[in-house]
């Protein structure tokens, strides 16, 4: 047997660990990867691009396990570690060449030293001889810094960073939508204790891991440090991993924290004012106070301050360059994204609002704030069941808002951005026009149409007409008659059953069956299920030898 260099697995060594994964859900991706492994005119090479725990190197081992005995004697895994060098890698991959193998499979190749810089030989060399070459590896922002020079036109990126709540239930059968909330982001079956987003710890080593490490070690490995720029002294200080964990970790108190804010002074549905209000009616609770005992604005300038939070980009260890380039590298990274908000009023410009695609790394870090406000003394002035409530009910508007966030996101990705637009409609107060303060979560706009379809979004199971209030006010209306958009939709998204009758114009669906139904947007969705039908039909009338890969299930 020839003596490799690296860790490669042919042969029964390669069948003994895929076959564990063969019988698993595999990411509708996959299809993208099938479509690479056969496409001869291909002459780039396949890059699996995504944070740990988002499924590249099971989505690998899956994919070999279900290739035809003779493509899976062509084929070779090899697991790259720090004893290796890429020229000890190139030294096997031209061994593997002369022996027949065609379809190579190199995990953790980001780890070599001076991978990005020799990266292009990948494909101008072994791919240009006839071989598919599939990469990907933990530091996936190298992928990224590469993909502008090294491997410029050169490389095809299947990303694996983000997962679709329908893709979530295809892998998940069993799991609901708060489980999406509370866990979404990464890939793991079980929900214990070693889990990613289990807590803020877990979610502090993940972030520490997946993402300060990352970008920290590619920068490191390209062109000598040259793209450290502005974090250089950090970087030199040893405080570049501490700084992007600060950076992200912020943006999630941010979010808590005007989410708690939320919760105090409005009088919207939901809100603990609107929550208390309600049980006293129904005579569930004894008329209160707490509101007035409980000084909501102390307790959020208490919690600032004991976080460390800071307003916008004003803080008083990053400067603001380091700061811009942190969140530049964390959308390079597909942690951070954002989508449009448009105002009511024409004088004021569109925002765009900044999200943390990972829901479970929100959610988790939200909970530590909550631990921190169950604590507080002016929060304990209140009595048990009151403190309770209220900490229920923020924890409940943060998954709400999470929520909000996942279903504009989930729409914005799945939609086609030719055809459609998807922002959030914001309406400051305008007496003039007879326009109160509100909020439409989400707006889809045909634009070959010309015409809106309206959304709420609840994370509430009851059905209550301050819900759809916005959709049907005429004063918020004339927004879209001025722009000359006709509404052809009223729905609130909620947790509990679809509807059949509409309310005032207005429907009400099921918003994990309206999530579940976006996978019809999905080339790779529409070819699985095509697939699906075909092996069905194949397993009914018996294979034959035209029948393809995909089809012998």
Do not use: W
Request: glycine share 4%; hydrophobic share 30%.
């Amino acid at each position: 047997m020839a003596q490799y260099k690296a860790n490669v697995f042919v042969k029964d060594e390669l069948r003994e660990i895929t076959n564990p994964e063969k019988d698993r859900p595999q990411r509708i991706i996959g299809e993208e990867l099938k479509d690479y492994l056969f496409d001869s005119k291909d002459t780039k090479v396949c890059i699996l691009y995504g944070l740990r725990r988002t499924g590249k190197t099971t989505l690998m081992l899956q994919t070999i396990s279900e290739l035809t005995q003779d493509d899976f004697e062509k084929s070779a895994y090899i697991e790259v570690s720090n004893r290796d060098t890429i020229s000890s890698l190139y030294s096997d991959l031209d061994m593997l060449k002369e022996e027949g193998y065609k379809y190579i499979f190199i995990d953790e190749v980001t780890s070599l030293d001076n991978f990005i810089s020799m990266s292009s030989l990948f494909p101008d060399v072994y791919v240009r001889k006839g071989m598919r070459i599939v990469l990907t590896g933990t530091d996936s922002l190298g992928f990224f810094l590469s993909s502008s020079r090294e491997l410029y036109d050169r490389a095809r990126y299947i990303h694996t960073t983000y997962i679709p709540f329908y893709e979530f239930k295809h892998l998940f059968p069993n799991k609901n939508i708060d489980e999406f909330i509370e866990y979404g982001g990464t890939l793991i079956p079980e929900y214990n204790e070693d889990y990613p987003f289990y807590n803020g710890k877990n979610a502090e080593q993940y972030v520490d891991s997946a993402i300060a490490q990352n970008i920290q070690h590619s920068l490191e490995n390209y062109e000598e440090g040259s793209k450290f720029r502005s974090l250089i002294n950090l970087y030199n200080q040893d405080e570049l991993t501490n700084a992007i964990n600060r950076v992200v970790q912020n943006r999630n108190h941010q979010f808590s924290i005007k989410v708690i804010q939320s919760t105090f002074k409005s009088s919207d549905y939901n809100s603990v004012r609107d929550i208390m209000t309600t049980r006293v009616k129904k005579n569930i609770e004894p008329n209160t106070d707490i509101l007035n005992r409980i000084d909501s604005s102390t307790i959020i300038e208490s919690l600032k301050k004991q976080l460390h939070i800071y307003d916008a980009r004003k803080d008083e260890i990053l400067t603001d360059s380091e700061v811009y380039e942190i969140e530049q590298y964390l959308r390079k990274l597909e942690i951070v994204d954002s989508y449009t908000v448009e105002s009511g009023d024409f004088n004021i410009s569109p925002v765009e609002n900044n999200i943390i695609t990972q829901s479970g790394l929100r959610y988790s870090q939200c909970k530590e704030l909550l631990k921190i406000l169950e604590n507080h003394n002016t929060f304990r002035l209140g009595t048990d069941k009151e403190q309770n409530l209220i900490v229920s009910t923020i924890d409940n508007n943060v998954k709400g808002k999470i929520l909000e966030e996942l279903t504009i996101y989930n729409v914005q990705q799945s939609l086609d951005a030719e055809k459609y637009e998807v922002f959030q409609l914001s309406y400051p107060p305008m007496p003039s026009e007879g326009v109160t303060e509100g909020e439409i979560d989400l707006v889809i706009k045909d634009k070959e149409a010309y015409t809106v379809e309206l959304f709420e979004i609840k994370h509430s199971s009851e059905i209550v007409p301050s819900q759809y209030k916005h959709m049907i006010d005429p004063a918020k209306m004339k927004y879209f008659e001025k722009r000359g958009l006709e509404v052809s939709g009223r729905t609130v998204l909620y947790m509990g059953k679809t509807q059949g009758q509409e309310i005032e114009g207005v429907k009400y669906k099921n918003i994990s069956e309206y999530l579940d139904e976006l996978k019809v947007y999905d080339r790779n969705y529409q070819k699985m299920f095509l697939v699906q039908k075909e092996c069905a039909k194949n397993v009914e009338d018996g294979y034959d030898e035209n029948d393809s890969l995909d089809t012998k299930c």
